[in-house]
């Protein structure tokens, strides 16, 4: 019998050891730390073998295939060591598409893929589609796979997951944008970077589709060394080039080859320009899947939003607190920072992934009081920011942080937590370092 091991046992990983054994295969889990009880519960209760705290290297080097964990890079020694025995090394992406025909909305990008995706899932949803949501968001693609029937999967791939699909197609790929992110991931190397994201439209023919944004400098770029992939169909902030899809007049147009669609600006739930071209790319999506324009109208107008990302949480005193910790990467904060309308105290800092701040530099002197730094080792940020916003101060807890925060701004402020880096120095994750946050303001 085929023995997979599955490396790294999250959401992903005890995904694809469920899917593996309701598929026949001999499963063995294996995680170099220690899982958590619901997932100990849950390969116990499927009388799945697994390992935690440590890989015992002879078995894990004897599976016919690996599945490893997104998080787990390349690089890692062990997975090394796997390549140089000829194992094929899987994605959980890679995985569960050998085991469905539904088809695949695919969206990447540095930024704003969790809203699209979660937007689309919205539109489908509304509409009546059978529809799945999964990848880098929700339950693991695998466990659906294994336990669901889907006519639709939308799924949101990080560039980790890319690095390890090699048949997998989508037939809805969307690329909404390349900026510098994870580099330390990528020997900090930027074309490392871009050809990874670049998969997202691997194995693709003339009957899929490739959305994109036009204006995109590195996409652009890229666009010519492809040899085929899917009809494109780009999307922009206005009417340019060959843009199906733009605001112009107040409205948003999106121009299909059989049908126009057209909606007030004003309508769309989703507010500021990176929200717009999140809609605009959803709704080319939504055409391409024969959604009515009515459907198409009331899905774009009663989008609920995703939590994390630019999340009203509550005004104190006359001061709006916005919770934007999906935010880790600097474009992401320029995206926040461009949509505010008011003064701003902005909380930033985490673990470094090789940011660039110049992005950022004049947005934070322009609209920024003051900033709080709220990390263990700020040294890059003060290097950067100090002698260029007066007043600074440094934060080692989420409750230090807030309270500083909330002393610093002044009356029609907005505070903002927007990161720029990822969350591991001080939190779970940065849905832990977001809840942190919504918790101590709703403390003031």
Not at 410 to 420: I, M, N, Q
Request: charged share 25%; hydrophobic share 35%.
């Amino acid at each position: 019998m085929n023995k997979i091991i599955i490396l790294g046992g999250g959401e992903s990983g005890v995904g694809s050891a469920i899917l593996a054994q309701a598929k026949g295969f001999d499963v063995f889990l294996s995680d170099s730390g220690a899982l958590q009880d619901k997932y100990k519960t849950e390969l116990d209760q499927y009388g799945i073998p697994y390992e935690e705290k440590g890989h015992t290297e002879e078995i894990v080097l004897a599976a016919t295939e690996i599945i490893k964990s997104p998080g787990i890079p390349n690089y890692a020694p062990l997975v090394q060591k796997a390549i140089e025995k000829g194992i094929p090394i899987l994605s959980e992406m890679e995985f569960a598409k050998r085991y469905t025909s539904a088809k695949m909305v695919c969206i990447t990008g540095s930024n704003g893929k969790t809203t699209t995706t979660s937007l689309i899932y919205h539109i489908l949803k509304s509409a009546g589609l059978n529809v799945g949501l999964g990848g880098n968001i929700g339950r693991s693609f695998a466990r659906q796979v294994a336990e669901e029937n889907y006519d639709y999967y939308v799924l949101e791939l990080s560039s980790f997951q890319l690095e390890n699909m090699y048949t997998f197609k989508a037939d809805i790929a969307i690329l909404l944008n390349i900026t510098p992110d994870h580099l330390d991931r990528y020997d900090h190397d930027m074309q490392k970077y871009v050809d990874t994201k670049m998969r997202i439209v691997r194995n693709q023919t003339e009957k899929d589709a490739f959305i994109f944004w036009e204006e995109d400098p590195i996409v652009s770029k890229e666009i010519k060394k492809l040899i085929s992939t899917g009809k494109q169909y780009t999307f922009a902030e206005y009417k340019t080039g060959n843009a199906i899809a733009y605001a112009e007049d107040n409205k948003i147009d999106i121009n299909m080859p059989k049908s126009a669609f057209i909606m007030e600006q004003d309508l769309l739930a989703l507010e500021g320009t990176h929200n717009l071209y999140n809609s605009l790319a959803s709704g080319i999506a939504a055409k391409l899947l024969d959604i009515s324009d009515e459907n198409l109208r009331h899905s774009l107008s009663d989008f609920q939003g995703v939590e994390h990302r630019l999340e009203k949480v509550a005004k104190v005193r006359g001061i709006q607190f916005i919770n934007d910790s999906k935010a880790t990467n600097v474009n992401s904060c320029w995206y926040a920072l461009k949509s505010m309308k008011t003064k701003v105290v902005l909380i930033l800092g985490g673990t470094d992934k090789g940011n660039d701040y110049t992005e950022i530099e004049q947005l934070v002197k322009d609209k920024a009081r003051a900033l709080v730094f709220l990390g263990i080792d700020n040294g890059k940020l003060h290097k950067f920011f100090d002698g260029k916003i007066e007043k600074t101060e440094d934060a080692s807890s989420m409750q230090d942080a807030v309270q500083k925060a909330y002393t610093l701004a002044e009356e029609g402020d907005t505070v903002l937590l927007s990161p720029c880096c990822a969350s591991f120095d001080l939190f779970k994750n940065y849905e832990d370092r977001g809840d942190q946050f919504k918790e101590y303001v709703r403390k003031l």
